[in-house]
């Protein structure tokens, strides 16, 4: 059957999108099927394009193709709420089920938005209107209801040229530019032979420039080289904080496993390494200290802490000859704290997961310093904000980030964590230490490759090496304002693609 004559079958239009949607989140890791990152989209814009369209049937296209590409992509919040969260499998469904419907009207509200107010032709529908207002709505995610800044289709592209764009304008970039060329490819395959080759050029000029961009170094690393252990103690998120004797636990994991490695510059256990929440746990931070001057160490080591109103913080400390801390300041809702938590707390096994009562710290706080380093503290969830990043990175020498990913199983979600911490190494131009409890712990250069990699689910020391970084990525310097600009003449250059790439089909 022609695609003309199915796309008229009243249902056919929204099991392409809701097929299109899944297959989206193979675009990214653990998959890296990075086309499908340009042919989804290409598929929704294909359907989207219909002059005929209403924006309610836009937005309806757009639910659709959200429930596909969230259901999918996010699948892991079902694992965390039912496997971790001790909640029955049909309330788990349901609350996944929200979640995801909520993110697809997201992409449905786009649809509308692009049928209801963009008036350009063809071709600026496809080049301008389309690639600029799912970029807009990838970036209202990131602050809506605190944000949920996952499947950016720019973190597909970090085995490819366009990973270029990143230190210049940060995943957002990178997604517009997959979406310059899904509109491309879109216009080669609709319209004429004129417009083939003009399109042609909008691709190979898209992907020549992403690969320049991609040969230039932007910031400088010292030629030293720093030694770090980062451990991984394979404990299951409830049973560090259901031991009778935490320390002695702890000790018996992370003490043994540190053993050998006393004497590397920097040392890194993960978010909560350490259950017993300060001050109660000073005696032991004490007897860590002791032994981390005395090998010329750094540690640091996620905990909780207790400030004198007695609320409690997510937070890590510096121990040894530097101290320091920090504490979280992007919380995640349901896991660091709970929204209408008088209403919630105790309606479902979910909403009453250990230390989810947490408060924030201030967003401008000091970076951590362990000897020569000036070292960037993010804790789980924070790595996936880069403006967040850009704005508190100032001087940092490197990132460290320590996270709990054991809450996700053995799912999708760590890995596609390991994806959203090599884009933030790139776009900075520094390497990010990733320290997590159960994997997926790693050394991450400032292109955003892997350099060291621990197996997962196994208790291990990921030993490597890392160097100081020096200066600013573009994106670092200038931070949204050249994007901004580019989206700003999307709408104003629409009437003059005909004149740029000749008329629409």
Known sequence: MEIKSLLHKSYAPYLIALLAGTLL??????????????????????????????????FRLG??????????GISWVLVSIHQYGNTELPIALLITFLFVMFLALFIATQGYILKRFFKGNAIAFALLGFPSCWLIFEWIRSWLFTGFPWLYLGYSQLQTPLAGYAPIASVFGVSYAVLLISGA???????????K??????????????????????????????????????????????????????????GVLTRDQWGADLILWPESAIPLPLPYADFYIQHLKDLAKKHNSTL????QYTNPKNEYH??????????????????????????????????????????????????????????????????????????QIRNTLRNASAIITLSEDGWFGNSWG????????????????????????????????????????????????????????????????????????????????????????????
Request: charged share 15%; aromatic share 12%; with cysteine.
């Open 197 to 254: 080759l003009r399109v042609s050029a909008v691709i190979i000029v898209v992907w020549g420039l992403g690969h320049y961009l991609s040969l230039q170094n932007y910031t400088k690393l010292d030629p030293h080289l720093y030694t770090v252990s980062l451990i991984q103690g394979n404990i299951k998120p409830y049973d560090k904080f259901s031991q009778s004797e935490p320390i002695l636990a702890t000790e018996k994991t992370y």
């Open 414 to 505: 760590p890995h596609q964590h390991l994806e959203i911490a090599q884009m933030r190494a790139l776009e900075t131009g520094r390497y990010v230490l990733r320290s997590t409890t159960s994997g997926i712990t790693a050394i991450i250069n400032p292109k955003g490759k892997v350099n060291a990699l621990a197996p997962q689910f196994q208790a291990t020391v990921l030993k490597g090496t890392f160097q100081s970084a020096s200066g600013e990525t573009p994106w670092v310097k200038w931070g949204p304002w050249p994007l901004l600009f580019g989206l700003l003449l999307a709408f104003v250059l629409p009437g003059r693609t005909r004149c740029i790439l000749g008329k629409s089909t």
């Open 314 to 387: 997510n937070s890590l400390i510096v121990i040894g000859k530097d101290e320091g801390i920090y504490h979280k300041h992007h919380l995640v809702p349901f896991g660091d704290f709970l929204p209408f938590e008088n209403w919630l707390r105790g309606l479902v096994n979910f909403f009453d997961l250990p230390m989810s009562s947490f408060i924030g710290g201030s967003k401008n706080q000091a970076l951590l310093t362990a000897g020569k380093l000036s070292l960037n503290p993010l804790i789980c969830y924070e790595i996936a904000f880069p403006e």
């Open 25 to 58: 989140p193979g675009a990214f890791a653990p998959h890296h099927l990075w086309p499908l990152a340009i042919l989804s989209p290409g598929l929704l814009l294909m359907l989207w394009q219909d002059k005929c369209l209403s924006p309610t049937k836009a």
């Open 63 to 72: 639910l659709a193709y959200g429930l596909g590409m969230f259901g999918t």
């Open 185 to 195: 490819f879109f216009l080669f395959f609709k319209g004429k032979s004129a417009l």
């Open 300 to 303: 640091i080591t996620g905990v």
